[in-house]
C-alpha cells in the first residue's frame, strides 16, 4: 500500500550537511493525507525520534536536532526530505522514513513510534 525509499545517506565530517530524500509510492489515498516523519537508529539504540509534520502541518523537531535540521515534504512530487546541519558525531545513525495514513478521528503519531510504514533506511555517518 505504500513504499518508502530514502536516499541521500553518506559519511561526511562533523559539521558537514546532507540532505535525505524519501520517495514514496502509494497505492491507496493520496500522498497529502500521510502524516510523515523521521527516525534513525544509532548502532546499540534504539529507534529514535528525529522529525515530523503534525495533522496541521506544522513541523516538530527533537530537541537534540532543533536549529540544525530541516524537515520538508513536495507532495507534488511524493517526497519527503530532511535537510541536516552542522552534523555532529552523535548524529551517526541510520535514518529512516515514516509514514501513517492521517484519519479523521485521530491525529499523525508526530513524534511517537506508531507509524505504521517505514522505510528501509540510509546510513548516516558523521566523523569527529
Known amino acids: 500500500q505504500v513504499r518508502l525509499v530514502e536516499s541521500g545517506g553518506g559519511s561526511v565530517q562533523s559539521g558537514g550537511s546532507l540532505r535525505l530524500s524519501c520517495a514514496a509510492s502509494?497505492?491507496?489515498?493520496?500522498?497529502?493525507?500521510?502524516?510523515m516523519g523521521w527516525f534513525r537508529q544509532a548502532p546499540g539504540k534504539e529507534r529514535g525520534e528525529v522529525a515530523a509534520?503534525?495533522?496541521?502541518?506544522?513541523?516538530i523537531y527533537a530537541d537534540s536536532v532543533k536549529g540544525r535540521f530541516t524537515i520538508s515534504r513536495d507532495n507534488a512530487k511524493n517526497t519527503l526530505y530532511l535537510q541536516m546541519n552542522t552534523l555532529k558525531p552523535e548524529d551517526t545513525a541510520k535514518y529512516y522514513c515514516?509514514?501513517?495514513?492521517?484519519?479523521?478521528?485521530?491525529?499523525?503519531?508526530?513524534?511517537?513510534?506508531?507509524?505504521?510504514?517505514w522505510g528501509q533506511g540510509t546510513q548516516v555517518t558523521v566523523s569527529s
Open positions: 515514516v509514514a501513517d495514513l492521517e484519519l479523521p478521528w485521530a491525529p499523525c503519531p508526530k513524534l511517537r513510534n506508531e507509524y505504521n510504514y
Open positions: 502509494i497505492s491507496r489515498y493520496t500522498y497529502s493525507q500521510y502524516c
Open positions: 509534520f503534525d495533522e496541521d502541518g506544522r513541523v
